[in-house]
């Protein structure tokens, strides 16, 4: 997609650090690959954006040099190359890198502070069931109750498996038009744009199932691949703990869960 330069008024690439023409830097507000921030500046944002808990809490501290234990960060130095570190905690550091490429360097922390993310959710699931379970009163002995978890779990998905219709992920093709299905969502290609845009009408759509989908299914795709368009995904979960939904104000972050003693 094309943005304008706030400061000569050019249309430029969306995914562009800075405008060719002038030189200035460009809104961070939609300057991603994949949906991934490029700069320091849009991690910062991304990071408020999600309303995750303070760097204090969740120990991921963007743009700065912090050299106490426990830390995850990036900044840059006073040589103008980009540093991404942990603290161990022992107070040990461990640099995950060291240069000036400064895309690669807060992609490294992105995907790191995504993972803690997703574990951090898994987490507050596992604790809101043992809270919930602990309210109500306990007749089962735990011999009895893990066959019984393990019973409804291959019956749910045996239940699941037979009434989903729903098609494989990929690329199909209906009524001259390219789609993407992924995680029970269709998105459409805009040839004109040249990128991808979640459909809103799906009217048509549903009548392609896991039985009919090799009547659709396309296996190449001229223009935009969607892997490179802001809603790809590389799972396929629908679970909220792995998304990248807004922090659930009513959840808790414990840093004292992550391998503070690893490298990375």
């Not at 690959?33 to 408020?48: D, F, H, R, V």
């Not at 093709?173 to 979640?198: A, F, K, P, R």
């Not at 368009?229 to 396929?236: G, I, L, Q």
Request: aromatic share 16%; net charge negative; charged share 25%.
């Amino acid at each position: 997609m094309k943005v304008r330069c706030e400061y000569c008024g050019s249309m430029v690439d969306d995914r562009e650090q800075r405008c060719p023409n002038c030189g200035a830097s460009l809104p961070s507000g939609g300057r991603t690959a994949n949906g991934q921030p490029q700069t320091i500046e849009e991690l910062q944002s991304w990071y408020t954006a999600h309303k995750l808990p303070p760097e204090s809490i969740t120990r991921f501290f963007i743009g700065k040099n912090i050299t106490e234990p426990r830390a995850f960060g990036i900044y840059r130095d006073e040589t103008g190359e980009y540093v991404v570190y942990k603290n161990k905690a022992s107070g040990e550091r461990a640099v995950r890198y060291r240069g000036s490429d400064e895309a690669y360097a807060v992609g490294e922390l992105y995907q790191r502070l995504r993972t803690e993310i997703a574990n951090q959710k898994f987490a507050n699931s596992g604790r809101s069931s043992v809270s919930q379970s602990s309210r109500k009163r306990k007749s089962l002995s735990a011999s009895m109750i893990i066959p019984l978890i393990f019973f409804l779990m291959f019956f749910i998905s045996m239940l699941f498996n037979l009434f989903d219709k729903r098609p494989a992920r990929g690329y199909y093709h209906y009524n001259g038009d390219d789609y993407y299905y992924q995680s029970g969502t269709w998105y459409y290609y805009n040839s004109i744009l040249d990128d991808w845009y979640e459909a809103e009408d799906t009217q048509g759509l549903d009548e392609i199932t896991d039985e009919n989908a090799s009547q659709y299914a396309v296996y190449d795709h001229s223009g935009m691949p969607f892997e490179d368009s802001a809603w790809y995904s590389e799972s396929d979960s629908d679970s909220d703990w792995d998304s990248d939904s807004s922090w659930d104000s009513d959840d808790s972050w414990d840093s004292g869960g992550s391998d503070w003693d690893s490298d990375w």
